[in-house]
């Protein structure tokens, strides 16, 4: 499995700010993938990020709230921009491997709390 | 409704006990299962992950997939306190990025 690091692994931002999540993963991969984890509730998918291209967001996730970069094939950055108590949330990288690319590994996430 | 339910727990077991942890899902079209243990402040890390129906055993945890009644579940033998950790189900179709995910289930193993 690949080794996926975070950062920051947490912070506390003023409200109408912006916060800038980082992705490093050991070895190349096609895709990358964003989660969101609210208190109570299940990861979400925000969104794919794939190298040389636009992201793909999924239905209640826009690119003016959550910017995504891709570079290169080891390393992506999530945006959560003009942050509202409401984006106080766990987010989580992820990139797929195992046989066929079927399976999905973690970082250990950005834990976010806008005050 | 959702796509995936997983009941939240809490779930408090004595040490040694058997665990059983289930989800149930509304999609026939998912294919690949996954269970994930999620400890405080750490990213989910995969457990197993099984492709359609059937079982799948390692060490002492064994998954199954019952497709026709869309259901799945985690049983953990001999449960030790360093199981305590959130376990988390997710599944996903075919040819498909997105993962679906339960709430998760909170267990704690009591020495």
């Known amino acids: 499995s690949a080794v996926i690091s975070q950062k920051p692994s947490r912070d506390i931002c003023q409200r109408g700010t912006s916060l800038t999540i980082q992705c490093q993963v050991d070895?190349?991969?096609?895709?990358m993938f964003w989660y969101r984890q609210q208190p109570g509730q299940s990861l979400t998918l925000i969104a794919t990020a794939n190298q040389g291209s636009e992201a793909t967001y999924e239905s209640g996730f826009v690119i003016d709230k959550f910017p995504i970069s891709r570079p290169n094939l080891t390393f992506s950055t999530l945006t959560v921009s003009n942050m509202s108590p409401e984006d106080s949330s766990i987010y989580l990288c992820?990139?797929?491997?195992?046989?066929?690319?079927?399976?999905?590994?973690f970082g250990q996430g950005t834990r976010l709390t806008v005050v | 409704q959702k796509e995936v339910e997983q009941d939240p727990g809490p779930l408090s077991v004595p040490e040694g006990a058997i665990v059983s942890l289930n989800c149930t899902y509304s999609n026939s079209a998912f294919q690949y299962f996954m269970w994930y243990r999620q400890y405080s402040r750490k990213g989910p890390e995969l457990l197993m992950y099984t492709y359609s129906s059937g079982n799948k055993e390692d060490g002492r945890f064994t998954a199954q997939v019952d497709k026709s009644s869309k259901y799945i579940s985690l049983f953990i033998r001999d449960s030790q306190p360093s199981d305590s950790a959130t376990y988390l189900c997710?599944?996903?179709?075919?040819?498909?990025?997105?993962?679906?995910f339960g709430t998760g289930t909170r267990l704690t193993v009591i020495p």
């Open positions: 992820s990139v797929a491997g195992g046989t066929m690319n079927t399976e999905a590994f």
């Open positions: 070895s190349q991969v096609t895709m």
């Open positions: 997710a599944m996903r179709e075919t040819g498909a990025n997105n993962l679906f």
